[in-house]
Nanobody, 125 residues
Framework: QVQLVESGGGSVQAGGSLRVSCLASGHGLTFKNLCMAWFRQAPGRAYEGVAAIGVSDTAITYADSMRGRFTISRDSAKNTLHLQMNSLKPEDTAVYYC????????????????WGQGTQVTVSS
């Protein structure tokens, strides 16, 4: 069992930056071996894959609209996954979710077993 807790959401103006984080915990957890991802859900819209990272930071994948603006990374010493978001746009407004225990590098929501509660990101124009 893996528990995930997101943090770092908030409000920012368009063009700004924000970093969201996800703290993972669980009995016997080897964080660097955990395949993880970020998803988001905007009001009235379906979940959307944002970025994924595989074992030992391999298989890093980005959705096309985020590539070049968002960076996924992990701090294995702190069991924390990060998503650095730059050049934010109003359409990036959503609840951002951390997920783990899925197919490495996948942006398919159905392939992840563990989920956090989400953190709100709001980008104003």
């Amino acid at each position: 069992q893996v528990q995930l807790v997101e943090s770092g959401g908030g409000s920012v103006q368009a063009g700004g930056s924000l970093r969201v984080s996800c703290l993972a915990s669980g009995h016997g957890l080897t964080f660097k071996n955990l395949c993880m991802a970020w998803f988001r859900q905007a009001p009235g819209r379906a979940y959307e894959g944002v970025a994924a990272i595989g074992v030992s930071d391999t298989a890093i994948t980005y959705a096309d609209s985020m590539r070049g603006r968002f960076t996924i990374s992990r701090d294995s010493a702190k069991n924390t996954l990060h998503l650095q978001m730059n050049s934010l746009k109003p359409e990036d407004t959503a609840v951002y979710y951390c997920a783990a225990g899925g197919a490495c590098g996948s942006l398919d929501r159905g392939r992840y077993r563990y989920w956090g509660q989400g953190t709100q990101v709001t980008v104003s124009s």
